[in-house]
């Protein structure tokens, strides 16, 4: 059985819990979920693809409730947790620069949102550059630290966007 770490479910078709799925194993041994009858599917290496079932292979999700963590975070904080859910994994200065912000203020939140675990830091290997910037453009990762949302932040920044 899976656990929520090796999953994500795809944005192109948004797969629910009352779609019939499938996934395939991604470059970084993520299982990416689509709905079954997904176009993107028609592209992937059939070698890498898997039958999935929701009972077996996913923890649903459960209902979030706002926490004092979650109260404790300012609009900053939240468009920081918006910007790495729509671009994926990314670095301070590209945030700093796409939320106009100082690149000061971008490591101190990046450094505030890790220590709550709403983000971790990516370690150093092959990864997808800017996600729906560049397409299929794979760097070595160095220089920069990268990040990406933690499952706790994805869970966060979709609460407040669907609730603000």
Request: proline residues 0%.
């Given at each position: 059985m899976?656990?929520?770490e090796d999953y994500t479910l795809a944005k192109c078709c948004s797969p629910t819990p009352d779609d019939i799925i499938k996934g395939y194993y991604s470059h970084d041994n993520i299982i990416k979920v689509h709905k079954e009858n997904c176009d993107k599917l028609d592209n992937i290496d059939q070698d890498r693809l898997i039958?999935?079932?929701?009972?077996?292979?996913?923890?649903h999700d459960q209902e979030f409730e706002p926490d004092d963590l979650y109260r404790s975070l300012e609009a900053?904080?939240?468009k920081v947790l918006s910007h790495h859910l729509e671009f994926g994994i990314d670095y301070a200065h590209v945030v700093a620069r796409k939320q106009n912000i100082s690149k000061q203020e971008a490591f101190e939140i990046h450094q505030k949102l890790k220590e709550k675990n709403l983000i971790d830091r990516v370690e150093p290997k092959i990864i997808q550059y800017r996600k729906g910037i560049v397409e299929n453009k794979w760097i070595k990762h160095r220089n920069h630290t990268y990040y990406q949302l933690t499952k706790q932040g994805e869970i966060y920044i979709k609460y407040y966007l669907t609730n603000k």
């Open positions: 899976k656990t929520r039958k999935l079932n929701w009972d077996d292979v996913i923890e900053i904080d939240f």
